[in-house]
């Protein structure tokens, strides 16, 4: 593949650039402030400029990096224009931006934004991340924006989206050749949404897979490359208008990555050297013949690393032998006999991409194969932790084997076929046991029907208990004399905080690996069944911003991790933890509980988000831990009640604390309060620096509606350039505590937001518990409404905000 190539169309010429004789410093363009070609506007923080360039012999308006790097946007790609020195862009009477070619005196509009019905007072701004917009000048109001309209490069925020009710899209589009802008052939688009993948295609024919999106990766690109997806975030829109949105940022603004559809229908991800002060390839999508979509055909597999590259699904052969065997697989394959609806087994291929249009069933392993046993047109079925049971059924297209990554496919194939086989020793037994099974359940009905219900609900309870170890025990890789001596018998020094269950200790494995260690204390006021309950939900879990656990006896995996408290918000080594930091680590909570929320099939409610349950390993990235307290939720629930009432003073939201109702804007409730405590570094359940003021939800109300709300900064940050960023993250943050569930936005909202400068916010209304109240040296407090409606005090953890 010839990169160079590839590369061309992405890179402004020196010598076009060095024609440029007249620059200007300013991003904005104003009615009376119109671009002349040669002149150029440049974003606040120089990173972006935008002007008139000419590949060849035709002049088009678009945006690029600094000097002698790639162009990430073209206007006017189908309506060049010849004689570049005539080129003009400006706002015009109506308030549209135009690009108008003025060779001759009557003038020729060339391209607009096409907008009607707007104000005419309007500016067009080049923004630090890339994106030109036309605002309103009176409201600040986005009419347009080029993110909304990309070409055929993916810039960090910039959101490639679908919506699954209208199908409008927002996508990339090739050029045509590698010096002509306008429209290519191949497009790049988010499809199939019930398990998101990218699309790339040739026309309206499939030419690249990504397969699904796990909340971590897309499962049909090789595990050698999962890295190079560190950043990329997919947000399912489902409460505003159906729209999913895939799009990549990095806590790092150092880092300078995009992704250019290229015109040969390639992905290439392109990073700044720094030290050869060129751009590097990162990634590229179709390294070999098996990316392209369905090379081997219908139930055919591709691999790389065999000879021919294509061979049959087991239990299949050629569909046409002759063409095969001339390696063209376009035919496929097709079943060596047919299937029967019993007397089935399956044959586990590892390491695979998933075929094309699979159908989503279950959140369970367990029932995912029985599910596909109990369906006759069921081919296939393969699971994964991050998005639940996918079945198939009909052709099985676009199978890829990998060396690492991808997950296991079950392909369904006839007994015989899987190495079973039938046993008439085996029938034999299966019917005296099953005999057996029913005299002994008949007796034990029998007995049953003479025991006491306290007795029965006593063995319940043990044998639910039981239930529960053996699943733990399936988890386990541990023995307690490994982890005594990885924490130094759990060495007080070892010890890394104090949480409801009991004490969490730092430890050291003999392979160097750290570890946190989390032991139940016989005085813990939360018992064995929450215990549990924590370690099922994590297993349960994966994602990035989310601790992962490596078996019991309870271990949760963080590297060089600290907790994050008040003394964590600076570093180990007492720098000062930076605005960037903070906000990445804001960011990455955010996305911990989009994943918890609305990416993972089970939708968890966590119910007692802290500081203290927030884990940082060695890069400072965030990991919410405890799911002591999680909810699962069905996909179908909105809200649930509870008559026991659990979590912490200061972050549970009026709803939860009141009526006990608890959804997923509690825990939105607890994001806020995460985001006052970490900008101010303040505490939030004992903040006393205001007379008038319960807490700080209440200190940061008062300061916004005296005008004042930069007060609330920790002075510790210092003098920095992004008070406008950080005075947003408050604004979202006291959005996120309104009083009323409603008003709340949802994960995926505060995600937009946080991620978008361009996303207008709406003025917050009043937060809950406004005034001081009494109660918080409580050591511990909860609420279980009884019959009456009355409520009494029952255990619900202070946790103490000290350094770990």
Known sequence: MELTRHFIHLTVLLLVLLSISVATSRDTITPSHPLNEPETLSSNNGMFHLGFFTPTNYSYLGIWYMSNTPVVWVANRDQPIKNSSSALLQISEDGNLVIMDNANSNGILVWSTSLSNISSNTTAQLLNTGNLVLQENTTGRILWQSFQHPTNTLLQKMELSTNKFTGKKVKLTSWRTPQDPSMGEFSLSLERLSMPEEFVWKGVQPYWRSGPWNGVTFLGIPGNNINNLDGFYLDRSYDDNGTYYLSFNFANQSLLLICVLTDDGNINDYYWDYVKKNWSIAWIAINSECDVYGKCGASGICDRTSEPICSCLPGFEPMNSSEWNRQNWSSGCIRKKALQCEDNGFVMLENSKTADFAVWSSPTEYDCRTQCIRNCSCEAYAYDAGIGCMLWAGSLIDIQRFSTGGTDLY???????????????????????????????????????????????????????????????????????????????????NKLGQGGFGPVYKGTLEDGQEIAVKRLSRASGQGQEEFMNEVLVISKLQHRNL???????????????????FNAISDPSKQVLSWEKRFAIIEGIARGLLYLHRDSRLRIIHRDLKLSNILLDGELNAKISDFGMAKIFCHTEDEANTRRVVGTFGYMSPEYVMEGLFSEKSDVFSFGVLILEIVSKRKNASFYEDAESLSLIGFAWKLWNDDKIAGLIDAEIGNVSSVADIMRCIHIGLLCVQELARDRPTMTAVISMLNSETVNLAPPKQPAFMHRQTMLDTDSSSHRTRSDGSHSINYLSLTNMQGR
């Open 411 to 493: 392909i369904r194939v006839p007994n015989s076929d899987s190495g079973k086989k039938k046993n008439t020793v085996t029938v034999i037994i299966a019917v005296t046991v099953t005999v057996g099974v029913i005299v002994l359940v008949s007796c034990i009905f029998i007995l049953w029907k003479r025991t006491s219900r306290k007795d029965v609900d006593r063995a319940n309870s043990e044998s639910q208990g039981r239930v529960q170890k053996n699943e733990l025990l399936e988890l386990s890789q541990f023995e307690f004399e490994r982890l005594a001596i990885a924490t130094n018998n759990f060495h007080l020094n």
């Open 547 to 565: 601790v992962r656990l490596l078996g019991c006896y309870i271990a949760e995996r963080y590297s060089n991790s600290f907790l994050l408290n």
